[in-house]
């Protein structure tokens, strides 16, 4: 929210200053309140009563000539005396309506009240709402209404304060209560009355001055989108009408002309076919706005709750003549390939040089280091070749307001890897100061959203971030690329490439720079036009071989057919070892000097990172001179790119390890699998970091006629995972990891593609000869959980089902990938390993060591056992027996007398049915008359007095009689004869309840 003007401000700044006559008799009728801020003024409260018609007819007159008062200004000064015009109607609208407040004439303060009145706590108060405080203005980035909102809240707090002071006047208690009545009623009307009045004088104002319009969002969008939805041209025909500067001249000409160019330039080329240039293909995006907090900036669910918008253009006429641009930096997020950049070339491009001066710094081209009147200057010395200082450029701009793209924040911040926390404090700070010295400027700054957290909001500070594309924007964007490249497709024998067929790969379609990759590859033969949709797996892989194989063209077209396989093989590989570069060091992109010696370890490549990776149309390079050194990051387009890049990669060397094994070796001597490569790959991070990852890895082994191969040679490696290694490891160390750390990510890995490969995996193959499978599967992932990564395990944990079960007398884990449906898997016959003839007494099974359940997990942690200790700690002492005291119950199974308990609780305070209510309790007598062993009689009475304390809550919703019949059923199911004190136990319930 803007800080805004208060009233006082806009009639001395709409007046013309202090000394014009209308300002002079606004102030004189607020008893000098107006001009010199008075703490104890009573006249200005007094003037409500005896000139609240003046008032209104003297506001009236600023606004009415506001055509006047405003010819021949500049744009920021034009702006400040509309903000002071909307200011002065939103007061004439409130005075107005508290003069058609029906008082009788007598109703005034005394004359001993004029001369107290000063002293009363509500007049300061209402002086400071009057004529000190802002109201709220229509802002571009409100929602249609919140500003109504905001008013309406402003004029309940304006009139509650008159309604104070009119209560506390002498003569209100002579009132009659009808009259009394009268006046609240007319008071508590004002908010509505003024807002409606408000709203009736601002659509006047707004069509004699367009720019209120555009702050308030009241435009007809729709009426004209379909008309400017490309290349902004709706922006400069809005802006055109609003002209009032003059012809650019100087270097302001040669910026101006610099930033057209654009437009005009040729698109890329890609053999035949080529990119329009952008006047013709840029299509104005979708956007959500808001004024997130810092935790909120980066949240993809905080800005799907925001509306979506298709009013750019008029989103931008409002921001940039609006009093907020020149308050704080407007920042504009998206992800790769969203067109923040071409967003900031296309708004240079429209911005009238006549009303803005604007300047685009690119900041991967601008020294990094260097403050930002150092970074502009550069800027404007390499658009124009001119030498001038901000100074002395902004001194030319004559009715012209500087804008500044400040365009990759993000990559300032990748490529130096330097904090920017308080980089939009600075920017702020740069626009107070040049406001303060008469050179008032806006600022849009551009960043990826991931990063946007980063730097800390500024108050004010309006963020937008840019949406996917839809179906019209997707259809406009193909017309201009089947346009322009209509003679290549034809000369191909290939069709356009129509709506619906992209829509089949709508991820990559929704947005524009992956768009032209799709449209790319269908121009080969149309591919996409000719097959059934293909699974992502399989268009990622067409899709960026056929993007690599023309790189390599470029460079080799007198290549043999596998010569260009083998070189498109390895540029392949490059790209898998990027990919594997961020994936290992877990974050979107990573620097040039991160690269270089990934690439130099695993393929032996001591070619610079930018030669090998830096050209590829899907690898978008971040860069940032710092030191007078070019700094640079790679980043995917597509974060999807990156991880099937890694699961290809690991199934790719899986290939070469199965085919390896393939080799005969010496007889007797099996050949060890030399996995060093897969090693050095899988051994810094789980693949469940991403479990895209692990969805292509499923893909591209699903029904392979190899997998049984592919399976034996990951459990080969996954059974000496834990063991000391045959190969020595690679000098490959995206991270420094202690030793259990990669044994834990190598073993999970591999553990991970083997089931993939099989499908299913059980303990059996996992520990083959170990005695018990089961204890050797939870020491295993008790490592895992120990070591890898918080969100790793717990992908890793529930990207898998776990199945119980028996095999004969011995326990096996059966494990299969996905989220199959499951029944209660925690069996205490299984957890225990005991089957009922094992049982120590005949009566039930007992532990005695719930104390050892609470040392371990108090010495090992971990959250969620801590989380469950915490929950069953109320059990833990005299109770505990209660834990480990467990009796096999029809219907339940193996089940502890606590969980019995837990259940009977729940089951009463939910309100069960009497009949579900009545299972509960009868479980809980035939635990009580078989559950406990005989020396246990101490917990039988501590189960007892918990169960007939329920009971006392229960009694009437079990029917008579229920109890008897009960006890008689399990003494005749029952094995043995009750004890005396379940005996007991079940006649104190009967009483209880009979």
């Not at 498109?568 to 010696?597: D, Y």
């Not at 070619?607 to 860069?623: C, D, I, K």
Request: aromatic share 8%; charged share 25%; glycine share 6%.
């Amino acid at each position: 929210m803007a800080r805004g003007l208060t009233y006082r401000d806009a009639a001395v700044l709409l007046g013309g200053g202090p000394e014009t006559k209308v300002v002079a008799a606004l102030d004189k009728l607020c008893g000098g309140a107006l001009l010199v801020a008075s703490v104890f003024n009573p006249v200005f409260a007094l003037s409500l009563f005896d000139a609240k018609a003046e008032l209104f007819k003297l506001s009236t007159d600023l606004i009415g000539g506001l055509g006047e008062r405003i010819r021949g200004l500049n744009r920021y000064d034009r702006t400040r005396r509309l903000e002071a015009a909307n200011v002065v109607t939103v007061m004439a609208a409130f005075f107005e309506c508290v003069n058609k407040i029906d008082m009788p004439p007598e109703f005034r303060p005394t004359k001993a009240e004029q001369v107290l009145v000063a002293v009363d706590a509500g007049v300061p108060f209402l002086e400071g709402e009057l004529l000190s405080s802002a109201p709220p203005i229509p802002m571009p980035s409100m929602p249609q209404g919140q500003h109504a909102v905001a008013l309406r809240a402003h004029y309940m707090r304006l009139t509650l304060q008159v309604e104070t002071f009119v209560q506390g006047l002498a003569m209100w208690a002579e009132l009659s209560p009808e009259a009394r009545r009268a006046i609240e009623d007319d008071l508590h009307a004002v908010p509505d009355r003024a807002v409606a009045r408000y709203e009736e004088m601002f659509r006047r104002l707004a069509l004699d001055f367009p720019e209120f319009a555009f702050w308030a969002n009241q435009l007809d969008h729709q009426a004209t989108r379909t008309q400017v939805e490309l290349a902004f041209t709706g922006l400069a025909t809005s802006l055109e009408r609003l002209r009032i500067g003059r012809d650019p001249e100087g270097t302001r000409v040669q910026l101006a002309r610099s930033h057209q160019a654009v437009l005009r330039r040729r698109g890329r080329e890609f053999g035949d076919m080529r990119e329009p240039a952008i006047e013709r293909c840029y299509v104005n995006p979708n956007f959500r706005v808001g004024q997130p907090r810092l935790d909120e900036i980066t949240s993809t669910d905080w800005w799907d709750e925001q509306p979506l918008r298709t009013d750019l253009q008029d989103f931008l006429v409002g921001h940039l003549t609006s009093p907020m641009a020149a308050e704080a930096p407007l920042v504009v997020l998206g992800h790769p390939g969203a067109g923040k950049s071409l967003l900031t070339q296309m708004l240079a491009a429209r911005l009238p040089a006549s009303d803005f001066l604007t300047v685009r710094v690119p900041l991967r081209d601008v020294p990094a280091d260097a403050d930002l009147q150092t970074q502009l200057e550069y800027t404007i010395r390499n658009d124009t070749g001119a030498d001038t200082t901000w100074p002395e450029l902004v001194a030319t701009a004559g009715d012209a307001m500087p804008v500044v793209l400040l365009d990759g924040f993000d990559e300032l911040l990748q490529a130096t890897g330097q904090s920017q926390s308080n980089y939009l404090e600075r920017i702020a700070a740069f626009q107070q100061r040049e406001a303060d010295l008469g050179r008032p400027l806006a600022v849009v700054v551009t960043s990826r959203l991931t990063v946007a957290d980063r730097a800390r909001p500024v108050f004010g500070v309006v963020t937008l971030l840019l949406d996917s594309f839809d179906d019209k924007q997707i259809e406009l964007w193909l017309r201009a690329w089947n346009d322009c490249n209509a003679a290549a497709l034809t000369a191909r024998g290939a069709r356009p490439l129509p709506l619906a067929t992209a829509l089949r790969y709508e991820d990559l379609a929704r947005q524009p720079l992956l768009l032209l990759l799709l449209a790319l590859y269908d121009s080969d033969a149309n591919a996409l036009h000719n097959a059934e949709r293909l699974h992502e797996a399989d268009l990622y892989e067409r899709l960026l071989t056929n993007f690599t194989r023309r790189e390599v063209l470029k460079a080799g077209d007198s290549l043999s057919e596998a010569e260009l396989d083998q070189a498109v093989a390895r540029e392949m590989l490059h790209l898998s070892v990027v990919a594997f570069a961020m994936f290992n060091r877990n974050q979107l992109w990573v620097t040039e000097s991160e690269l270089a010696p990934d690439l130099a370890a695993l393929i032996d490549q001591p070619t610079p990172a930018e030669l090998l990776v830096g050209r590829f149309y899907f690898v978008y390079v971040a860069q940032a001179t710092h030191d007078r050194k070019r700094l640079k990051t790679y980043e995917f387009l597509h974060a999807t790119f990156g991880e099937f890049l890694v699961a290809r990669l690991v199934v790719q060397e899986l290939d070469n390890l199965v085919a390896a094994t393939r080799v005969p070796s010496t007889p007797g001597r099996p050949r060890p699998i030399n996995d060093q490569f897969l090693h050095a790959l899988l051994s810094f991070t789980p693949l469940t970091m991403r479990l895209t990852v692990v969805d292509f890895v499923g893909t591209m082994l699903d029904s392979r006629p190899d997998a049984d191969q592919i399976t034996a040679l990951l459990l080969d490696l996954f059974h000496v995972a834990l063991m000391p290694r045959h190969f020595p490891p690679l000098d490959y160390l995206p991270a420094r990891l202690p030793v259990p750390e990669r044994v834990a990510a190598y073993s999970a890995n591999l553990f991970v593609l083997a089931a993939l490969a099989a499908g299913e995996l059980t303990s059996t193959q996992l520990f083959p000869g170990r005695e018990d499978h089961a204890i050797e599967w939870t020491r295993t992932a008790q490592l895992w959980r120990s070591q890898l990564p918080s969100e790793g395990w717990t992908t890793l944990a529930s990207a898998f089902s776990t199945f119980r079960e028996w095999d004969n007398r011995t326990r096996v884990i059966r494990l299969v990938p996905g989220d199959e449906a499951t029944e209660d898997t925690i069996n205490p016959h299984w957890t225990f390993d005991t089957d009922l003839e094992e049982w120590d007494f005949p009566c039930g099974i007992r532990y005695d060591n719930d104390w050892v359940m609470r040392a371990e997990v108090e010495f090992a942690g971990g959250r969620l056992q801590e989380i469950g200790l915490h929950n069953l700690e109320p059990f833990t002492g005299e109770l505990g027996n209660l834990l480990m005291t467990f009796h096999d119950i029809p219907g339940k199974g193996l089940v502890s007398a606590a969980r019995l308990l837990i259940e009977l609780w729940l089951a009463s305070g939910q309100r069960a049915d009497p009949a579900a209510l009545g299972d509960e309790y009868k479980a809980c007598l035939r635990f009580a008359a078989d559950g406990f062993a005989p020396p246990d009689e101490q917990t039988l009475r501590a189960f007892r007095d918990l169960v007939v304390h329920q009971l006392k809550y229960d009694r009437y919703r079990l029917p008579k009689g229920w109890i008897q019949e009960t006890a008689d059923t399990i003494e005749q199911a029952g094995e043995y004869e009750l004890s005396q004190d379940a005996r007991e136990f079940i006649e104190e319930l009967r009483q209880i309840r009979d």
